[in-house]
């Protein structure tokens, strides 16, 4: 007897698996929108911004060399930090901080938000996401958190990247561009708290052709069931008249 076909949902799914590599590779970090003390800090306006209206930027980031250890407690010299600049002759070096501002009001209904960064696989890195809140860069502030009532969901993503790659034998050429890493960063609000926005349209795409798929797999799977059958008899048939 022929075998049952798949479920659609099945053969759906493993024709979208090929496709999550293709991108490179990826790290996330989903946060909390909390509100926290609104600290002002004035070297923060040259950073690189995520909003509603720009969640999206790319930057190269100066990995650090293989096996190297970077800091957890934040830089020292964090207000000297350039967006411009993070070599290993820089402040903050292998760093990249990003402004991540969650009070727009496109965003105010949010209270989960996902950072995702992305890098071409053919640049063997590991990064290290973390997201802070504004009491946490409170050394570099001016004022005193004591002194403010305001508050603010406004975070901080702190990205660092070290290389992990592993020069090939006989190989002596070890130039900076090794370690120059162009990265994609992607800031989006978490529908239902799980659902990043982008893969929306993903999800609906996939339930419409399931939707409109199934019954014409139950038509198609009924049918060859029967021709099978119908072989199936006609194979006993020969054998008894042999």
């Known amino acids: 007897m022929l075998p049952r076909l798949p479920h659609p949902l099945f053969s759906l799914l493993v024709c979208f698996l090929p496709l999550?590599?293709?991108?490179?590779?990826?790290?996330?970090?989903?946060?909390?929108?909390?509100?926290?003390?609104?600290?002002?800090?004035p070297f923060t306006s040259s950073w690189p911004i995520l909003a509603p209206n720009t969640p999206f930027l790319i930057r190269n980031i100066?990995?650090?060399?293989?096996?190297t250890k970077l800091p957890q407690e934040i830089c020292v010299l964090l207000d000297k930090w350039n967006s411009d600049d993070s070599?290993?002759?820089?402040?903050?070096?292998?760093?990249?901080?990003?402004?991540?501002?969650?009070?727009?009001e496109e965003w105010k209904g949010f209270n989960k938000f996902t950072l995702r960064v992305s890098w071409p696989a053919y640049h063997p890195t590991d990064f290290d996401l973390?997201?802070?809140?504004?009491?946490?860069?409170?050394?570099?502030?001016?004022?005193?958190?004591a002194g403010i009532?305001?508050?603010?969901r406004r975070k901080y993503a702190r990205i660092q990247a070290v290389h992990s790659g592993v020069l090939t034998p006989g190989v002596q050429l070890d130039d900076a561009s090794r370690y120059t890493?162009?990265?994609?960063?992607?800031?989006?609000?978490?529908h239902l708290g799980v659902l990043p926005a982008s893969v929306i349209p993903v999800v609906i795409a996939i339930l419409g052709v399931i939707a409109v798929g199934l019954p014409v797999?139950?038509?198609v799977n009924d049918c060859l069931q029967a021709i099978a059958k119908d072989a199936n008899e006609e194979g006993k048939r020969a054998r008894k008249s042999d």
């Not at 070599?87 to 727009?104: A, G």
């Not at 973390?130 to 958190?145: E, H, V």
């Not at 009532?149 to 603010?152: F, G, K, P, V």
């Not at 162009?182 to 800031?187: A, R």
């Open 130 to 145: 973390k997201i802070f809140d504004p009491i946490d860069l409170a050394p570099f502030s001016k004022i005193s958190a």
């Open 87 to 104: 070599t290993t002759t820089s402040s903050c070096c292998h760093e990249l901080w990003i402004v991540l501002d969650l009070d727009q």
């Open 217 to 219: 797999s139950r038509k």
């Open 62 to 67: 100066s990995s650090a060399p293989l096996e």
């Open 20 to 41: 999550r590599g293709v991108f490179g590779n990826t790290e996330i970090i989903n946060f909390s929108a909390v509100n926290d003390q609104a600290l002002e800090f």
């Open 149 to 152: 009532s305001s508050t603010t």
């Open 181 to 190: 890493v162009p990265v994609h960063v992607i800031l989006e609000p978490l």
